[in-house]
């Protein structure tokens, strides 16, 4: 009895703890069905306000949900509810692993770039309805921000703004030179485009396609960084790329509309 009643402490005592540390996290990490029969993983960190503007967070290649795990609280603070999610095509960053390119593998699924973007539509049914957010930001960072494009353009009902960061034609191969930017031009909601300096003229071209009417097209004076990482502040520059991001975000996808 007494080794039973130590056994059954522990047990609570270990509960606590990861409960402990589950609430220290700032999110909750949730799996939701995707093509394949896999379960992508993602981070939903909420917000004070349950009817917030959520931001669904994509990462660039080879990496993970962990690409944001800086940047996502930053904007909670913003107001904002936020979700980073794992595609198929990663593998990890900043000590989080890729799980759904680890269930994807299990199932010998593909896992390139063009794959991923299911993914990308199943965490926007995610989000719209098990979470219930009524206006979506999609960002995307790297291969990752050619397909909130895309998704952008596909599902303009759903997305209420794009957020791109160093977009291109990662595609090429598969879709020809322009497809991304032919994708841009049924993008007409409220557009952020960024890049490392030197990027400048590969996103110009996307940017540009884009008929929105609320566009920005953010370039650093300093060297800048490639995809979301801009924003880390390990960078001397990240600062100017919060103001141009937060920026947007009051003008054009405000975490609450002015009429609530």
């Not at 130590?6 to 909750?28: E, K, N, P, R």
């Not at 503007?53 to 944001?68: C, K, N, P, V």
């Not at 960072?141 to 952008?152: M, P, T």
């Not at 929105?212 to 370039?219: D, N, P, Q, Y």
Request: aromatic share 10%.
């Amino acid at each position: 009895m007494r080794t039973l009643s130590m056994l059954v402490g522990a047990t609570l005592i270990a509960m606590l703890s990861t409960a402990s540390s589950f609430a220290d996290s700032g999110f909750q990490s949730v799996d939701f069905p995707t093509v394949g029969g896999i379960q992508v993983r993602a981070d939903v960190y909420e917000a004070p306000n349950p009817a917030a503007t959520l931001i669904l967070l994509f990462h660039q290649a080879g990496w993970s949900r962990g690409e944001y795990r800086e940047i996502a609280p930053k904007l909670v603070e913003a107001g904002y509810r936020v979700m980073a999610v794992d595609q198929r095509s990663g593998r990890s960053v900043n000590g989080v692993t890729n799980e759904t390119h680890r269930r994807a593998v299990k199932k010998k699924l593909s896992t390139n770039y063009l794959n991923a973007h299911e993914d990308l539509k199943a965490a926007l049914t995610y989000a719209r309805k098990t979470l219930d957010a009524k206006r979506v930001i999609v960002w995307g960072s790297s291969y990752s921000a050619s397909l909130v494009i895309r998704l952008a353009a596909e599902k303009p009902a759903d997305v209420a703004a794009v957020m791109a960061f160093s977009p291109g034609e990662y595609f090429e191969k598969d879709k020809g030179s322009q497809y991304v930017s032919g994708l841009a031009k049924n993008v007409a909601q409220p557009l952020f485009v960024t890049s490392s300096k030197k990027e400048r003229e590969l996103v110009k071209p996307i940017f540009d396609a884009s008929p929105a009417e609320k566009k920005i097209l953010f370039t650093p004076a300093s060297k800048g960084q490639h995809g979301s990482r801009a924003l880390w502040s390990k960078w001397p520059d990240h600062d100017v790329y919060w103001t141009a991001v937060n920026g947007f975000l009051k003008e054009y996808a405000p975490a609450a509309p002015a009429a609530e």
